[in-house]
């Protein structure tokens, strides 16, 4: 940590002496059994979830499904029905508003348009009360982080989009919390200076150790940033866990379409061993093989998903009984460094598969209503049961 960044984040870099404060670590945010309900309607039923000193976590899911109620709950903006939240192993309802170590940082818009950058971010502190020169420091310091110092003396609307979020940003971290919240910290930016924001702010709180919490339904800005994520429905957590994990190894059907794009075949189990599992599905002339065996009953209905990255094209039919089809290319599009085919299979089934440019040359580029099957390995299906 540099002294730039220590200055902000106060309190320094934390020792762990004996494994109590090591644990304190591992659950620095602890969200404990709770519900949110407006009403008759449950916003967020029965969390529970852990957040590590320093993480960059992010909560996940369609529009609707709880993330800012939870996000709120967070920063004490609303409080819980029921359940617990401890920062630090504190009890965030015991604490008073302003003894809370939380911020929350909204939309660039929220800067007020009337103020020069400097004093957007001291505003704050200001009225706080800190100390003249102290405040001047740590604006500065916090200014500097963000590389908006030359911008000091300007106002929010000769600042570009990009630049805004860093001074709203600025005007959190100033404030030193041990908890930083971002609600869809990027939706005002437009493509390309969001990616160039997404790595900087990445960066940024990296060096000032913050943990943060940031909401999105953005799942390339998640899989971009965050360290774990958590993917939410209908005011639960269907899946937690890093971006790797979450993408490779889905726990359910709306996990594996939620995060990227996949191919998902319906079918039920035939045969089940330590080492692999059959799957008889309508939507292959073949059989589905996976090189695990899972738990449950033969005959039980399971989905298998197949990233489109993990299906190869052939001209010739695949060898094997297994995990492959025949079918019709039924639409391509060139994505630069790779292309998207569509194949229609005799099923009626369509699957989509991701072929490098390398690999496409190698086959002989296929093109619109030309024959062709689709293969994948035994280790690249994922099964499914719920
Ligand atoms: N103050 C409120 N009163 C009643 N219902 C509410 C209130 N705030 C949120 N809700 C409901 O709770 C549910 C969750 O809302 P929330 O704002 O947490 O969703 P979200 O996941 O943040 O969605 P989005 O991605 O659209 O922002 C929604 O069905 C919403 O209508
Ligand atoms: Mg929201």
Not at 108 to 130: C, D, I, R, W
Request: charged share 20%; aromatic share 6%.
């Amino acid at each position: 940590m540099s002294d730039q960044s220590s200055a902000l984040a106060g309190a320094g870099t934390p020792s762990f002496a004996n494994s109590s404060a090591a644990s304190a670590a591992e659950n620095f945010v602890q969200i404990v059994d709770v519900v949110k309900k407006f009403g008759e309607t449950a916003a967020v039923k029965n969390v529970n979830l852990s957040v590590k000193k320093g993480e960059l976590f992010a909560l996940l899911g369609s529009s609707g499904c709880g993330k800012s109620t939870l996000l709120r709950m967070l920063a004490g903006l609303e409080t819980a029905t029921s359940g617990k939240i401890l920062i630090d192993g504190e009890d965030l309802a015991q604490m008073p508003p302003y003894r809370r170590p939380v911020n929350m940082m909204f939309q660039s818009y929220a800067l007020f348009p009337h103020m020069t950058v400097e004093s957007n971010v001291a505003f704050g502190l200001k009225q706080e009360g800190v100390p003249k020169a102290e405040l001047k420091e740590r604006v500065q310091t916090a200014l500097e982080l963000v590389q908006m110092g030359r911008f000091a003396k300007r106002k929010p609307h000769q600042l570009s989009g990009g630049q805004q979020q860093r001074v709203a940003l600025a005007r959190s971290l100033v404030k030193r919390p041990k908890l930083l919240l971002l609600d869809e910290p990027m939706s005002a930016l437009d493509k390309q200076i969001r990616q160039r924001t997404q790595i900087e702010l990445v960066n940024i709180l990296d060096r000032v150790g913050v943990t943060c919490i940031m909401v999105t339904h953005d799942q390339e800005e998640a899989m971009t940033m965050a360290s774990r994520l958590a993917v939410m429905s209908e005011g639960q957590i269907v899946q937690l866990g890093t971006p790797h994990e979450v993408y490779e190894f889905p726990n359910t059907r709306f996990s594996a379409e939620f995060i990227g794009s996949t191919n998902l075949f319906d079918g039920h189990v035939v045969e089940d061993e330590p080492d692999h599992v059959f799957v008889e599905t309508t939507d292959l002339s073949t059989r589905l093989y996976v090189n695990h065996g899972i738990t449950g009953p033969l005959g039980m209905p399971v989905t298998i998903s197949v990233r489109p990255e993990r299906i190869a094209l052939t001209r010739k039919p695949p060898e094997g009984a297994f995990n492959w089809g025949r079918g019709t290319i039924s639409n391509v599009a060139y994505m630069g460094g790779y292309s998207l085919y569509h194949v229609k299979l005799d099923s009626g089934k369509t699957v989509i598969a991701n072929v490098s440019s390398l690999a496409l040359t190698e086959i002989d580029s296929p093109s619109w209503g030309d024959e062709i099957y689709v293969r994948w390995s035994a280790s690249a299906g994922v099964v499914l049961t719920a």
